[in-house]
């Protein structure tokens, strides 16, 4: 699976971003989806995530109500849309996949095997 991400900048506080990921391969919709991010000197961490079973996406507390995580089966891609961002936002923002995660494993990036190049998001004050 070769995922590409897209759609980071730079952008005030409070303002919006639509990050894409496009994912090769006929064995898409079978793929738990994720973002994460990693800002300088931090870990990578979980902020959303769909899995292929479930239409309901996972979220980090720290994006809840400000973003939302989105599929389209028929492109091979998932959306991040973010929204209110604030400048903790800043990081570069990964799209991972891959297959028969479980919901306590989706929150992992150890569990993926597949990761796309990362895009860069920066978030102004």
């Known amino acids: 699976v070769q995922l590409q991400a897209s759609g980071g900048g730079l952008v005030q506080a409070g303002g919006s971003l639509r990050l894409s990921c496009a994912a090769s391969?006929?064995?898409?919709?079978?793929?738990?989806i994720s973002w994460f991010r990693q800002a300088p000197g931090k870990e990578r961490e979980f902020v959303a995530g769909?899995?292929?079973?479930?239409?309901?996406?996972a979220y980090s507390e720290s994006v809840k109500g400000r973003f939302t995580a989105s599929r389209d089966n028929a492109k091979n891609s998932v959306y991040l849309q973010m929204s209110s961002l604030k400048p903790e936002d800043t990081a570069v923002y990964y799209c991972a996949a891959d297959f028969g995660l479980i919901l306590s494993s989706m929150r992992d990036h150890s569990k993926y095997d597949n990761w796309g190049q990362g895009t860069q998001v920066t978030v102004s004050s």
């Open positions: 391969g006929r064995t898409f919709s079978r793929l738990t």
């Open positions: 769909v899995r292929p079973s479930s239409s309901i996406p």
